[in-house]
């Protein structure tokens, strides 16, 4: 069956860095489009980044633009989130979840998250 | 930016009845809109796709409808596992989500 397995969150400072990734299992990971997700504590959701299934096209949320740098790496079922410059505004659940099918899609599949937390 | 209003924020209703949530685009959307449920400690899970698909494995009690700017997620006969938060997600113009919905027990 479909498994996401998110990992990288932790405790950081303003200002610093994180990785996170996504390890992919049960599909063809290589064959569909990869998106992050985050959820602020007590909020609803937001969408992050996506990555095309071959990693031609990436869109961001405004938010994170310039800050944030999605990539994958099909060889390793891998999805990642670079993430720098971080502010106590991007703490939150980060999920990463698989596209139903093509481009413009629902998320079918999402990993149980990882926990990001900036803070001084 | 494509905003998603939900309504109401909290929906107060009994076992085995019937539960009602609005979903609300700020431009129309086509039929391009899935609905997500979120229990505490959870992911999200896709319920609806297409507006008014269920997904795999969704039961038939949930329902979807709409098209263009307005939508409708119906639970027929809540059952105790319905009790949760709901989400509706546009994938028409990027991907954004309403604020949600608590389904809660009366």
């Known amino acids: 069956q479909v498994q996401l397995v998110e990992s990288g969150g932790g405790v950081v400072q303003p200002g610093t860095s994180l990785r996170l990734s996504c390890m992919a299992s049960?599909?063809?990971?290589?064959?569909?489009?990869m998106h992050w997700v985050r959820q602020g504590p007590g909020k609803g959701l937001e969408w992050v980044a996506v990555?095309?299934?071959?990693?031609?096209?990436?869109y961001y949320t405004d938010s994170v633009k310039g800050r944030f740098t999605i990539s994958r790496d099909n060889s390793k079922n891998t999805l990642y989130l670079e993430m720098n410059s971080l502010t106590p505004e991007d703490t939150a659940i980060y999920y990463c979840?698989?596209?139903?099918?093509?481009?413009?899609?629902?998320?079918?599949?999402w990993g149980q998250g990882t926990l990001v937390t900036v803070s001084s | 930016e494509i905003v998603m209003t939900q309504s109401p924020a909290t929906l107060s209703v009994s076992p085995g009845e019937r539960a009602t949530l609005s979903c609300r685009a700020s431009q129309r959307i086509s039929n391009n809109l899935a609905w997500y449920q979120q229990k505490p400690g959870q992911p999200p899970r896709l319920l609806i796709i297409d507006a008014s698909t269920r997904a795999t494995g969704i039961p038939a009690r949930f329902s979807g409808s709409g098209s263009g700017t307005e939508f409708t997620l119906i639970i027929s006969s809540l059952q105790s596992e319905d009790f949760a938060l709901y989400y509706c997600q546009q994938y028409y113009n990027w991907w954004t989500f309403g604020q949600g919905t608590n389904v809660e027990v009366k």
């Open positions: 979840a698989k596209v139903w099918s093509g481009n413009y899609s629902p998320l079918h599949y």
């Open positions: 990555m095309a299934y071959d990693g031609s096209n990436v």
């Open positions: 049960g599909f063809s990971f290589s064959s569909y489009a």
